[in-house]
């Protein structure tokens, strides 16, 4: 009698206990689903959390194909600018039209890593300036012929082949490198105003305000210095990756702020007098330090009052200046500087892809390919180097040494040109002339 009172109290606590539990159960599932808290169900409620961000044609990320190709979209005429250098990154137009017609040729000798770096010349009003693999600076005159030439690295230094960053103000060129030497020179005599050595190499482009410049190193330190001296007036650190990446960082400035990527995808604005941060946007997850070099992105552009920038992993960003808050996200894979014209951006995805896209909200107007005529098995192993926009086309350059030319108001292909047997950098023009980079040359076109 006693073992089936047990037997009957143990089956009500075990029905007791399944109750319980699926009472449990069932509170829980309840406040995930309705908590303003605790949001783990709902697309829009994670949403919610950055509801300042718009993402667009979240589809395209696992396949990507034409989008309105036959949409004529005349986009406006601007001011043409004749220089590719400012310090937004702005290039919009430029003024060129030309018939590529090969019109002259700057010789230098082979890089060996050439396939990886990114390097590109400086101009001094008619003329070129750019370097060999060891480091030597040469300047061409209008013919093509070299000027002067001159080396101001050791033997020990020249065995690490430094790769050389220019910027010039006014008759003097401002030099930094991957070896940690940074320098300026008086392009009309070739003699050294002032040579300094820093503990870590740049790696990073040069942009010049009034009396002083900014560079970025490896270790994702902003440097301000002063143009006179080369002193270091202040610098601004940021969390350092774990790896290096070859990736160039980018940096533009404005009249009071100076902003710039690391190699963990951190975009930061610098008060430019004081050196103080402004505000920091992180645009990668927490794993990413042991992983930059996975991470390419695009130079910065700043236009009217947001920065534009895109990386390869399918983000395309526009952020407002001031606040460093995203006005919206687009789902595109490129690390080609983008161009600006008017209300329209213009890029070039990783896949060959020309993107036409609403500046204001980030919706995509047309997708046009640029690589049609490549076959499947060729497009795979071929990634455009960068693109520039002249009067009324577009001029794409890729690593298989081809140069496409597009329209710039139907995307429709005008003509592909085989430039080099293997990669050319990205095109360049300079006073009314296109300039493609091969290894061991610069073609000059009219």
């Not at 000027?147 to 910027?167: H, I, V």
């Not at 895109?310 to 595109?332: P, Q, R």
Request: charged content about 25%; glycine content about 4%; some cysteine.
């Amino acid at each position: 009698m006693i073992l089936r009172q047990n037997h009957k109290r143990d089956s009500i606590e075990t029905l007791v206990n399944k109750i319980s539990l699926i009472l449990l159960i069932f509170l829980l599932i309840n406040n995930c689903s309705i908590s303003n808290k605790v949001k783990f169900w709902e697309e829009k409620d994670i949403i919610e959390k950055t509801k300042n961000t718009k993402i667009i044609l979240t589809d395209q990320i696992q396949v990507e194909k034409e989008f309105n190709p036959n949409i004529k979209i005349v986009i406006p005429d601007v001011k043409y600018k004749k220089n590719y250098i400012n310090n937004q990154n702005d290039i919009s137009k430029l003024d060129y039209n030309g018939n590529l017609k090969k019109i002259g040729k700057y010789n230098f000798s082979k890089f060996k890593d050439f396939q990886y770096i990114d390097i590109e010349p400086i101009f001094h009003k008619n003329k070129l300036i750019f370097f060999d693999s060891k480091g030597t600076i040469l300047l061409f005159g209008d013919n093509q012929k070299i000027l002067w030439k001159e080396n101001f690295y050791s033997k020990g230094e020249k065995k690490l082949k430094p790769r050389l960053n220019f910027a010039i103000h006014k008759d003097k060129l401002i030099v930094t490198d991957d070896v940690a030497k940074y320098y300026m020179i008086d392009i009309k005599s070739q003699k050294i105003i002032w040579v300094m050595s820093g503990i870590v190499p740049f790696n990073s482009d040069i942009k010049i305000h009034k009396d002083v410049f900014f560079v970025v190193d490896y270790k994702n330190i902003l440097r301000c210095f002063s143009i006179q001296d080369g002193t270091e007036l202040w610098n601004l650190k940021t969390e350092e990756s774990l790896t290096k990446s070859n990736d160039k960082l980018s940096i533009v400035t404005d009249n009071k702020n100076v902003y710039f990527n690391n190699s963990i995808g951190d975009i930061t604005a610098v008060n430019i007098k004081s050196g103080d941060m402004v505000w920091q946007l992180p645009t990668q997850g927490t794993n990413i330090s042991s992983n930059a070099f996975r991470l390419n992105s695009s130079n910065l552009v700043i236009n009217k009052k947001s920065i534009f920038f895109s990386n390869n992993k399918n983000e395309f960003y526009s952020i407002d200046v001031l606040t460093g808050l995203v006005n919206w996200i687009s789902n595109l894979s490129s690390n080609l500087q983008p161009v600006i014209i008017d209300k329209f951006i213009l890029t070039i995805s990783n896949g060959g892809y020309l993107y036409l896209m609403n500046k204001n909200t980030g919706n995509v107007i047309r997708i046009n390919d640029l690589y049609q005529n490549y076959k499947n098995k060729k497009r795979n192993n071929v990634r455009p180097t960068g693109f520039v926009v002249g009067k009324n086309k577009i001029y794409l350059t890729s690593d298989d040494g081809n140069l496409i030319v597009a329209d710039l108001n139907t995307g429709n292909i005008l003509k592909s040109l085989k430039i080099s047997r293997s990669k050319i950098t990205k095109p360049i023009i300079h006073q009314n002339n296109l300039f493609l980079i091969q290894n061991d040359s610069i073609f000059k076109y009219n």
